[in-house]
């Protein structure tokens, strides 16, 4: 399962930013870049702070709703 960070938001961004380590992490929770857990899905979220929460994503697709006849 692939693994992605959040850390705490603050001015400048950690490395590359684009959440695949530690010292890149995501920039907050609004810097969180769904398309990537989508296309990585399932997958692991580190959200790193005062306290470690992890989160495991599973996507699925949307199913078309029909109305009932």
Same mark, same amino acid.
């Given at each position: /399962? #692939? #693994?992605?960070?959040? +850390? &705490?938001? +603050?001015?400048? #961004?950690?490395?590359?930013?684009?959440? @695949? %380590?530690?010292?890149?992490?995501?920039?907050? &929770?609004?810097?969180?870049?769904? =398309?990537?857990?989508? =296309?990585?899905? &399932?997958? /692991?979220?580190?959200?790193?702070?005062? +306290? !470690?929460?992890? !989160?495991?994503?599973?996507? %699925?697709? +949307?199913? @078309? !709703? *029909? *109305?009932?006849?």
């Amino acid at each position: /399962m #692939r #693994r992605f960070y959040v +850390r &705490p938001e +603050r001015e400048a #961004r950690y490395g590359a930013g684009d959440g @695949t %380590s530690y010292e890149d992490a995501w920039n907050g &929770p609004n810097a969180v870049d769904w =398309q990537a857990l989508a =296309q990585a899905a &399932p997958a /692991m979220v580190l959200v790193c702070g005062e +306290r !470690l929460i992890v !989160l495991e994503v599973h996507w %699925s697709e +949307r199913a @078309t !709703l *029909k *109305k009932a006849a």
